[in-house]
């Protein structure tokens, strides 16, 4: 079936570095969600790619959908403390599930 | 807040036991997913379901079982719990399908002693 892989699982940076984290699914996908989870808190919705090629910054965050929509990262400029979490990319899987990546959980230095 | 809210926040309890999640999803939301997040791990897909019928399963247990009621909130109940069962209970709603976007309560955790 449709399996949505992350890499990397860790990451950690000091602050002010940038930080990338990559997603690549085994299907095409008609679009590709990306959430962020705050340690000990719940996913967040941050984005929803959906054309091929598609790039969608939101300040320092900038989002990528591959031009096959079989690949997406997320690139954050210049992190902060408040950007630790855990990253996760999504696809849909038909209508009625979303497959999820491992996520990418990120630490930073300050 | 994400309007979603899943009740209790915290649940103990003993193995063997039976437990009841409760979620409310987002007014205006019509599908509800149920998550289990075990510690460092990803969002396990157990179920969803949409305008109280069942529309996909994942990886749910026989003794895992769900349903939605006529007013759309959920509930997930656990039976003869086991230690590997302690985990993050998620509930999202999203307005129709998995092609929007979901928004997550805030979870139970569930600890099985």
């Known amino acids: 079936g449709q399996q949505v892989m992350q890499i990397p699982q860790y990451q950690h940076v000091q602050e002010g570095e940038d930080f990338t984290t990559y997603c690549n699914s085994s299907t095409t996908l008609s679009n590709i969600q990306w959430y962020k989870q705050r340690p000990g808190g719940h996913p967040v919705f941050l984005i929803q790619?959906?054309?091929?090629?598609e790039v969608k910054k939101q300040k320092r965050l900038t989002f990528q959908f591959g031009e096959a929509k079989k690949n997406s990262s997320l690139h954050i400029t210049a992190t902060q403390t408040t950007d630790v979490g855990t990253y996760f990319c999504?696809?849909?899987?038909?209508?009625?599930?979303?497959?999820f990546g491992q996520g990418t959980r990120l630490t930073i230095n300050p | 807040d994400s309007g979603v809210t899943q009740t209790p926040k915290h649940l103990i309890t003993a193995t063997g036991q039976r437990v009841t999640l409760r979620c409310s999803p987002r007014s205006g939301d019509l599908s509800v997913y149920w998550y289990q997040q075990s510690l460092d791990q990803g969002l396990q897909f157990l179920i969803q379901y949409y305008n109280g019928e069942e529309r996909a399963k994942g990886n749910i247990l026989e003794r895992f079982s769900a349903q939605q009621f006529p007013d759309l909130h959920s509930e997930l109940n656990l039976s003869s719990l086991e230690l590997g069962d302690s985990a993050l209970y998620f509930c999202a709603s999203s307005v129709q399908s998995s092609y929007n976007e979901q928004f997550f309560g805030p979870g139970t955790r569930l600890t099985v002693l």
């Open positions: 790619l959906v054309k091929s090629g």
């Open positions: 999504a696809g849909p899987r038909g209508a009625q599930k979303l497959v």
